[in-house]
């Protein structure tokens, strides 16, 4: 079971790397969407001790919500762009983060989570589109191997 593991926290750290390169970022997350999809599990974190693997927030519907759901990215350099989509402003704006890119991950019709950027604020200015499409496309492998990971868990789990 390591070994799955150490396989999609490398799968997201490849694409944490990337987007620090490409785009910039302080904070890289990864959030899966669960089943129901009323709820995001966040599954991957650069920075554990204050985003914690295993988090949970629920998912309102609001025009982020649609504007994800159509598989667009949300850009937003200043936390009056983002704020009312997100219920944790206050610690998000005290950690000194002021802006935020939310990248749909999808794998055909299926929504598979996101990927979540958080820097200063105006740090992403510029054309951040086509890496951050990039990304979203290069993360589908981590979430295949976060999913081997869990069906191995469950296995174990049944087996004992």
């Given amino acids: ?29 990864v959030s899966r ?19 914690p693997v295993g988090g949970r927030n629920a998912v309102d ?3 982020w919500t649609r504007q ?6 949300f850009v937003a350099n200043q936390p009056s762009e983002f704020g009312e989509h997100f ?14 890119i939310n990248i749909p991950v999808n794998q055909g019709s299926r929504r598979l989570g996101s990927l979540n950027l958080l820097d200063r604020e105006g ?14 496309a290069m993360a589908v492998a981590g979430f295949a ?3 081997k990971f869990l069906e191995q868990a469950q ?3 049944r087996s004992t």
Avoid: K, W
Avoid at 4 to 21: P, T, W
């Fill in 1 to 29: 079971m390591n070994q799955d593991r150490a396989a999609f926290e490398a799968a997201f750290q490849r694409v944490s790397d990337f987007l620090r390169e490409r785009v910039g970022h302080t904070l890289f997350t």
């Fill in 33 to 51: 969407n669960l089943p129901g999809g009323q709820e995001v599990e966040r599954i991957y974190s650069s920075l554990p001790v204050e985003y």
């Fill in 61 to 63: 519907q609001t025009e």
């Fill in 68 to 73: 994800m759901e159509r598989g667009e990215c």
């Fill in 87 to 100: 219920h944790n402003l206050d610690t998000i704006v005290s950690q000194g983060f002021g802006a935020v």
């Fill in 123 to 136: 740090a992403y200015r510029g054309d951040v589109l086509p890496a951050c499409r990039e990304a979203g």
């Fill in 145 to 147: 191997a976060y999913e």
């Fill in 155 to 157: 296995s174990t789990v």
